[in-house]
């Protein structure tokens, strides 16, 4: 990555622009996820602070979705399996 990724914080999202791919990601501050998540590119986001941290638990992701540079699925990198 040789762009920034911006983070805009709100009392309800926070939102992450990667600028080299114009990319953006929501992440929504709720309690809980949505009942019928559709999958796709991103999943669904859901996160809260503990302390200074942002946690994010996301569910729906497709196939198309890699978590690292290396082309990892996201169930093999899922630690809950």
Same mark, same amino acid.
Do not use: C
């Given at each position: ?6 983070? +805009? ?17 929501? +992440?929504?501050?709720? *309690? ?19 302390? *200074?941290?942002? +946690? ?5 992701? *497709? ?19």
């Amino acid at each position: 990555m040789t762009q920034a990724m911006y983070f +805009v914080q709100g009392p309800k999202e926070v939102v992450m622009i990667l600028a080299s791919k114009q990319e953006i990601r929501h +992440v929504y501050l709720t *309690d809980k996820h949505s009942p019928n998540v559709k999958t796709s590119w991103y999943g669904e986001s859901i996160g809260h602070y503990d302390d *200074d941290a942002l +946690v994010v638990d996301t569910i729906g992701l *497709d196939d198309r979705t890699l978590v690292d540079g290396f082309g990892t699925p996201p169930h093999q990198a899922d630690s809950r399996d």
